[in-house]
């Protein structure tokens, strides 16, 4: 099993930006792929970011391409998205996923807001 563990939301203005942190419990090189994605109210969860952890090639939403960027840390189990130039549709719960060998697992999320 694989606990992961988001952090770094919060409140942000538009233009603004915010980092957010996903903790693996353990190493994520024995880890496939993982990624962030959002739900926002009243909407599908939808992905964000990904990136395989062998080899560091990513992918992006069309909607954030150019603005977010993923990248991990396997030192310290974990992976980031570094998010700039915020727009109030980014308001959404951003959850951690990982997969590999079949299985998936997902953190609780972190809120993000942003507004005025």
């Known amino acids: 099993q694989v606990q992961l563990v988001e952090s770094g939301g919060g409140l942000v203005q538009p233009g603004g930006s915010l980092r957010l942190s996903c903790a693996a419990s353990r190493s994520i090189f024995a880890i496939a792929t993982m990624g962030w994605y959002r739900q926002a109210p009243g909407k599908q969860r939808e992905l964000v970011a990904r990136?395989?952890?062998?080899?560091?090639?990513?992918s992006y939403a069309v909607s954030v391409k150019g603005r977010f960027t993923i990248f991990r840390d396997s030192a310290k189990n974990t992976i980031y998205l570094q998010m700039n130039s915020l727009k109030p549709e980014d308001t959404a719960v951003y959850y951690c996923n990982s997969y590999s060998a079949g299985r998936i697992y997902w953190g609780q999320g972190t809120q993000v807001t942003v507004s005025s």
């Open positions: 990136i395989f952890i062998s080899g560091d090639s990513t």
